[in-house]
């Protein structure tokens, strides 16, 4: 299972792209500005979206990449999203005003796009995937994604988890079901407010580097994967990384290798995560 990183920012500057990950060739979680670095070509491959919620940065380029490709296809798009998200998104941008209702067009018969709801806790398999909505806390109606590969399918035989925060505050529930997940290679997580915004990121359901420090603290001793930082704001960037290095020289231990930190149980990788990157899990 591959993961292609096409944008991880919580906004818009030159080279920063706001939240999309493809998975293989055919899936997307979230639908950011970075949809757009793909090409026709793989915009076409993609047959499924998952939406972790309904701000503009996570669905931006929806309605876009239908316009860019849907005539080209045979069948629909489908994307997964929260009952309240696709009644936000058929409201406030499918709606005939400010873009076309692919729901319905060409026609309703035969669309460029259908609407799937997920609930928090429901799977999908999708081509020996299975898909999770996790439990998110934001300031709207939300999810994050866990997205597993079927050990059959794997050379190794073993299993192989991608876990996706979405937006989020602090939340017991998403760690509760982490902690029970097999085979979990690698944790994306937003940090997306430096120490001097926590009040704006308590206000609008994000972390902050303490905030984020109390939560990895939440997740089973036995677990162990690396941790990639997602959803810094463009001027909070280097000030977030600044301040998790602090975090993990207060509290790793003289053995420790570089990168790690201590949150009081034992060590974890912690990784800024960046548009482009892409993982083999």
Request: glycine share 8%; with cysteine.
């Given at each position: 299972?591959?993961?292609?990183?096409?944008?991880?920012?919580g906004?818009?500057?030159?080279?920063?792209?706001?939240?999309?990950?493809?998975?293989?060739?055919?899936?997307?979680?979230?639908?950011?500005?970075?949809?757009?670095?793909?090409?026709?070509?793989?915009?076409l491959?993609?047959?499924?979206?998952?939406?972790?919620h309904?701000?503009?940065?996570?669905?931006?380029?929806?309605?876009?990449?239908?316009?860019?490709?849907?005539?080209?296809?045979?069948?629909?798009?489908?994307?997964?999203?929260?009952?309240?998200?696709?009644?936000?998104?058929?409201?406030?941008?499918?709606?005939?005003?400010?873009?076309?209702?692919?729901?319905?067009?060409?026609?309703?018969?035969?669309?460029?796009?259908?609407f799937?709801?997920?609930?928090?806790?429901?799977?999908?398999?999708?081509?020996g995937?299975?898909?999770?909505?996790?439990?998110?806390?934001?300031?709207v109606?939300?999810?994050?994604?866990?997205?597993?590969?079927?050990?059959?399918?794997?050379?190794?035989?073993?299993?192989?988890?991608?876990?996706?925060?979405?937006?989020?505050?602090?939340?017991?529930?998403?760690?509760?079901?982490?902690?029970?997940?097999?085979?979990?290679?690698?944790?994306?997580?937003?940090?997306?407010?430096s120490?001097?915004?926590?009040?704006l990121?308590?206000?609008?359901?994000?972390?902050?580097?303490?905030?984020?420090?109390?939560?990895?603290?939440?997740?089973?001793?036995?677990?162990?994967?690396?941790?990639?930082?997602?959803?810094?704001?463009?001027?909070e960037?280097?000030?977030?990384?600044?301040?998790?290095?602090?975090?993990?020289r207060?509290?790793?231990?003289?053995?420790?290798?570089?990168?790690?930190?201590?949150?009081?149980?034992?060590?974890?990788?912690?990784?800024?995560?960046?548009?482009?990157?892409?993982?083999?899990?």
């Amino acid at each position: 299972m591959k993961v292609r990183v096409l944008g991880c920012s919580g906004a818009i500057a030159r080279g920063s792209r706001t939240t999309s990950f493809l998975i293989d060739t055919d899936i997307l979680v979230d639908a950011g500005t970075g949809v757009g670095d793909l090409t026709v070509g793989e915009m076409l491959r993609v047959d499924h979206v998952f939406i972790t919620h309904a701000h503009l940065d996570h669905i931006t380029a929806l309605p876009l990449m239908l316009d860019a490709m849907g005539a080209r296809r045979r069948q629909p798009v489908i994307v997964h999203a929260l009952p309240q998200t696709i009644e936000a998104m058929r409201a406030h941008i499918f709606n005939n005003l400010i873009w076309p209702d692919f729901s319905r067009i060409p026609t309703e018969a035969a669309p460029f796009m259908r609407f799937a709801a997920i609930e928090t806790g429901e799977v999908e398999e999708i081509g020996g995937r299975r898909i999770e909505a996790l439990p998110a806390r934001h300031t709207v109606p939300a999810v994050g994604y866990a997205v597993s590969a079927d050990p059959a399918m794997r050379k190794d035989g073993k299993a192989a988890t991608w876990v996706f925060s979405g937006d989020t505050g602090p939340n017991p529930a998403f760690w509760q079901r982490v902690n029970q997940l097999d085979g979990v290679r690698m944790l994306v997580i937003e940090t997306a407010f430096s120490r001097r915004e926590s009040k704006l990121a308590e206000i609008s359901q994000h972390l902050a580097p303490d905030t984020l420090a109390q939560e990895l603290a939440q997740i089973s001793p036995e677990k162990d994967f690396p941790i990639y930082i997602t959803h810094t704001k463009p001027t909070e960037t280097v000030q977030i990384l600044v301040e998790l290095g602090g975090l993990q020289r207060d509290n790793a231990q003289k053995s420790a290798p570089p990168g790690a930190t201590d949150h009081g149980r034992r060590l974890y990788e912690l990784h800024g995560l960046q548009a482009g990157q892409e993982f083999d899990l």
